[in-house]
């Protein structure tokens, strides 16, 4: 599956992120950011980078597979109001669940939230393995250090990234943008995997929100010429 970011990030694909900055895995990113979902938070000024970390009160926690089950619809919502409440949202909201559903059944499968108040954001991923059909829609010759590390169940797929907009265009390269506090955590908690994700290769904007947070692109030993229209991007993150 993809990356689901949001706006996650991209479209539903066979082996990313939902970056909605997540991802379906089945071959790139979910790329529907819109407005910005924080419900009567103040306006953003270049004056905030000073001081503590305008995110410092989210506190980030796992849900248990009961909890993601009693928070299902709060999780859609979540989705559907960082991608701005509009109609495509709403469509995307039940894809979105629909991907999510079929994620939270892989083995060990993880999923953080951000909470101040309220919901502000999750992320979600699941260890993969080098035959799995996650993979589907890659258009590159995976290096040999990757295919190694894909068999021995050194990556970990960061399979959704669900953030408001701003959390995408600003302070990308701080510590304590809620994407980068979010993907680490993930990582850490799977430690020693380096984190996976696969982002459209004509989802632009995902590419840019993910490489701004540090993922690199994988340099391949090959990469097909004329991919299809569904081919997809491999990133890599290290912790």
């Not at 980030?60 to 949202?89: C, K, M, N, V």
């Not at 797929?157 to 390269?173: L, M, N």
């Not at 430690?191 to 994988?218: M, N, S």
């Amino acid at each position: 599956m993809t990356a689901d970011l949001v706006r996650h990030g991209g479209a539903d694909a066979h082996g990313g992120a939902d970056a909605h900055g997540g991802a379906d895995a089945h071959g790139g990113a979910d790329t529907r950011f819109g407005a910005d979902a924080a419900q009567g938070e103040k306006p953003w000024s270049p004056g905030r980078e000073r001081g503590p970390s305008p995110r410092q009160g989210d506190r980030l926690r796992p849900l248990s597979r009961r909890q993601i089950e009693d928070r299902f619809e709060d999780l859609g919502d979540l989705y559907e109001e960082t991608s701005g409440g509009t109609r495509a949202g709403t469509r995307s909201r039940a894809e979105f669940l629909r991907r999510l559903a079929g994620d939270v059944r892989r083995p060990g499968f993880t999923l953080l939230i951000a909470e101040n108040t309220t919901l502000t954001a999750c992320a979600y991923g699941f260890p993969v393995h080098g035959a799995d059909p996650w993979w589907q829609g890659c258009d590159t010759r995976l290096p040999r250090t990757v295919r190694g590390l894909a068999v021995t169940g050194g990556l970990f797929a960061v399979s959704g990234i669900v953030v408001p907009p701003r959390v995408r265009t600003h302070y990308q390269d701080r510590d304590w943008n809620l994407a980068r506090r979010l993907q680490r955590r993930l990582l850490d908690d799977h430690a020693p995997a380096l984190g996976v994700t696969l982002v459209p290769a004509t989802d632009t904007e995902t590419l840019t929100a993910y490489r701004a947070w540090g993922w690199r692109d994988v340099v391949a030993e090959a990469r097909d010429p004329r991919p299809s229209a569904g081919a997809c991007r491999v990133l890599l993150l290290g912790r």
